[in-house]
């Protein structure tokens, strides 16, 4: 498994931006396909964005597509995903996470290593 730290949550208001990053331990970091999930109060956890192992590909869930972007650099062994026309919805806890599973999954179970999450609130 990789050990994953997310960072950069926050209190924004409405419309702003906000960049999520996860860094991961390990010389592996290259054959995961990583993914960030979130989860709301009184909610289950549900997926938000996946990204390939090369970066090259991505797959977002429908209410984010357009305002959110994934990316990853194996250089540095780190994913980030770039929140823009926040909405006080997309308030949440945001987890980062690992699967060396085949193909993109969207699935909490499908996904093997976690970080701690960072929150992210969003005021109306």
């Known amino acids: 498994q990789v050990q994953l730290v997310e960072s950069g949550g926050g209190l924004v208001q409405a419309g702003d931006s906000l960049r999520l990053s996860c860094a991961a331990s390990g010389r592996t970091f290259n054959s995961y396909r990583m993914g960030w999930f979130r989860q709301a109060p009184g909610k289950e956890r549900e997926f938000v964005a996946a990204i390939s192992r090369s970066g090259q590909t991505t797959y977002y869930t429908d209410s984010v597509k357009g305002r959110f972007t994934m990316s990853r650099d194996n250089a540095k062994n780190t994913v980030s995903l770039q929140m823009n026309s926040l909405k006080p919805e997309d308030s949440a806890v945001y987890y980062c996470?690992?699967?060396?599973?085949?193909?993109?999954?969207?699935?909490?179970?499908?996904?093997?290593?976690w970080g701690q999450g960072t929150q992210v609130t969003v005021s109306s």
């Open positions: 996470a690992a699967t060396q599973t085949m193909g993109f999954r969207t699935g909490v179970h499908d996904y093997d290593s």
